[in-house]
Every structure is written in structure tokens, then in C-alpha cells.
């Protein structure tokens, strides 16, 4: 049994088209979600693009989830500016009140264009409780629109199960669609299962496979929960699970659990155990566990870090001149650097070719953050590959500095 549920998509301007159909009233969309709680796939994608937000039917208890609430045909006063509020009530199993938090912020700003929907400035954060019964929950959001003097009622279900560790994934395919397609719709309840029976500690080329490892203890930071099932599997199975438990555990700063699992002599291993810190140095193996971290969150910050990358552009030439150089430690790391701009520059277009999300993630930084030089042109150059409308790199015939101009259309 999968306890994350039923996954779809909720895809907004398709949304807003049926709204427009419909007589013009405030209302809105209420959406439980396993979405991190940044929610970048919303409020860091260039305008025009579409984002998508997963919903979640079931969960287990102290499972962190959000409630995501959006308002639509909302009334602006003579400044511009929204007024909503909202209040929620949680119902359980057995229609009584379970809990109810009112006077809640929806929006109350100036707003360029009523069109769109506004996604309330208050994220409500909720996991139920040991004590809480197993069954179907009803989640009512009384919203207020206090310049139109309207209300609406939203409502949706959230079924409680208990835990299990389910059967999913079945095989290889399984595993490596959940990795890569872990962000846009979470199902953490399946990477306890993924992580002890197919994820490798060691890599192809006999180093700690961080990337790999990187990827899981990102869920299970975000999903605390998972730490306890983690260990109580551990703790009834095999050497190699009790190692791989350790490891996840021993990052999450359980160490007394970690350390619980092993034998006397096997302890040493959670001492050599140490991953690099992707955000520091940026390498070959920091551009894989930077990929795992965006697979695990979907944030945009890893994607942020890969731009940055790009700036090693300016070291072109230097693995070849390695192989003729007296091999000193500048002219090696010198050589590091070229081969991280090449694979953070392969990597960067591959997966905006597959993933729409780097794609609209990436067109957001080169439109609102400050780049250097090199690093600007060379995004430039990979987002006029996607959005020749929007963005062209100028190159001078005759030579001279390259350009990057931005499009607003």
C-alpha cells in the first residue's frame, strides 16, 4: 500500500480558464500537499509560466503536510490593494471539531492584475498526532473577502493510515523514476523502502556515493518522521541495512541511534562517513548531490549553485594544458574546474530539455538575478535554445564582448 496516495497535478491557468468561465464570484482552491514548504515552483518561475503544485490524499501521523490556498476573483479597493482572511477548522472521522485556527492572513496587498490567482500568504503547516484515530479528515477553509464583503467555503479530504512500509518501488525503473520525479510530487513514504534495498553506499568508481546518499537524507530532513521507521526496520534486519540506517541517521544528528545499530567494530565507519557540503567548493561531485538536492526539494537554490558553476568558463583549455604541465596542484585544480563548467553546462541544458521546472527556474535567474560575465552569457546561450523569444545572445562577428538581451514578451 502506498500511503502517500493518489497524486495529480493541478495545473493553474488551465484552472483559471474554468474560472473565467464561471460567474464571477470569490473562491478559490484548496490543495493539502507534500510540496516543500518554499514552494519555489511558484514564486520563483518567470511570469507566463505555468506552475503545478501536487495534491496528497493519504497520510501517516507526525507526517508534515501543507495546505495550500489559492483565491480567485478576489475585489480590490481604490488603492489597489486585497483584503482576505481566512479561518480553518480540521474535522475528524467522527464530525467532530478535531481543531480550528481563525483570523488567518490571506492577502492583503496591492495587486497588478485581478486575473490571477493569489496564493494566501499564510502556509498552514499540519502532521497529525499518535493519539489522532485512523480515517477521513475534512479540512474547511472559511475565506473572507473583506472588500467585496464575500465569503467562500473551500473544503477537502485528507484520509489518515496507519504507517506501513509498502511494496513500492517494485525494481530498478521504479527507483530511478522516484528519484527523478520525486519533486514534483513527494511520496517520502516510499524512500525507506528505495533507500535500504537500492541505493549503493559506494559508487561506480569505489568512492562514498554522496549524490546518491545526498538525495535521501534531503528527504528525510524534510520528513522527520521517517527517522523512527528508519531505525525500527534497521533494527530487525541485516548488517547491510543497520550500515545504511546509521548513515542517514548519523546526518540527521541521531548519532546515539546511529551508533546502536552497529557492532563495536563497525563504529568506525560513521567516523570516516562524511559528505561534502555542496554549497562550499563547488566540484564534479558537489554538481551531483547539488542535482540530488533539487530532485529531493525541488527548491530553486541548487539550481542557483549549478548557474554559478558556469563561471569556470573562463578556465577552457586547462585539461588539455594538464596533460602537458608539470602536474602542480594549481594546474589539477585548474583542470577540476574546466571539467565542473563542462559538466555543470551539460548537465544544465539536459535537464532543461527533460524538466520543465530547471527550464523555468533557470529563465527566472537570468531575468532577476545578477550574473558575472561568463556565468550570464553561458545561461544566456542555454535559454535562447528554449525561450528564443525571450532571451538571444549577442556574439559579435568580428569579435568584441558578447551581450545577453532579455525579452519581455
Known sequence: ?????????????????????????????????????????????????????????????????????????????????????????????????????????????????????LMSRSLIKMAFKEKDPVGEYTIKIHARD????????????????????????????????????????????????????????????????AAGIYFFYKIFQNNTYLADHLYRLAKKSNKQVKIKAAFILQLMGKKKEAASLLEEKDKTLLKLFVLPDPYEEITPTGLDMLWCDFFATGRIEPIKKLVEALKYADYAGSIEKFSVSKKTEEDRMNAIKEATFRAANWSLT????????????????????????????????????????????????????????????
Open 1 to 117: 500500500m502506498v500511503l502517500d496516495g493518489k497524486k495529480f497535478m493541478i495545473f493553474f491557468l488551465f484552472t483559471l480558464s474554468i474560472f473565467a468561465q464561471q460567474e464571477r464570484t470569490f473562491s478559490g482552491l484548496l490543495i493539502p500537499s507534500l510540496v516543500d514548504q518554499e514552494i519555489d515552483a511558484w514564486h520563483k518561475v518567470p511570469v507566463g509560466q505555468v506552475p503545478s503544485i501536487s495534491q496528497v490524499d493519504f497520510v501517516t501521523r507526525h507526517q508534515m503536510f501543507h495546505l495550500v490556498i489559492l483565491f480567485s476573483h478576489f475585489a480590490i479597493d481604490k488603492n489597489g490593494s486585497t483584503n482576505i482572511s481566512f479561518d480553518m477548522q480540521l474535522i475528524s472521522p467522527d464530525k467532530n471539531v478535531h481543531s480550528v485556527r481563525k483570523n488567518l492572513l490571506g492577502y492583503k496587498e496591492k495587486v497588478a492584475n485581478k486575473n490571477i490567482l
Open 146 to 209: 473583506h472588500v467585496a464583503k464575500k465569503d467562500c467555503v473551500l473544503t477537502k479530504k485528507v484520509t489518515l493510515r496507519e504507517w506501513e512500509l509498502g511494496n513500492e518501488p517494485k525494481d530498478v525503473k521504479e527507483y530511478e523514476s522516484f528519484m527523478f520525479k520525486y519533486y514534483d510530487s513527494p511520496s517520502p513514504n516510499k524512500a525507506i523502502k528505495a533507500y535500504v534495498e537500492y541505493t549503493s553506499l559506494i559508487d561506480q568508481h569505489q568512492q562514498i556515493n
Open 350 to 409: 539536459s535537464n532543461c530539455q527533460q524538466h520543465t521546472l530547471v527550464r523555468n527556474y533557470c529563465l527566472y535567474i537570468i531575468q532577476n538575478e545578477k550574473l558575472p560575465g561568463l556565468t550570464r552569457i553561458y545561461l544566456g546561450l542555454i535559454m535562447q535554445k528554449f525561450f528564443p523569444n525571450l532571451v538571444k545572445v549577442n556574439i559579435p562577428k568580428g569579435g568584441g564582448e558578447a551581450t545577453v538581451e532579455i525579452f519581455d514578451k
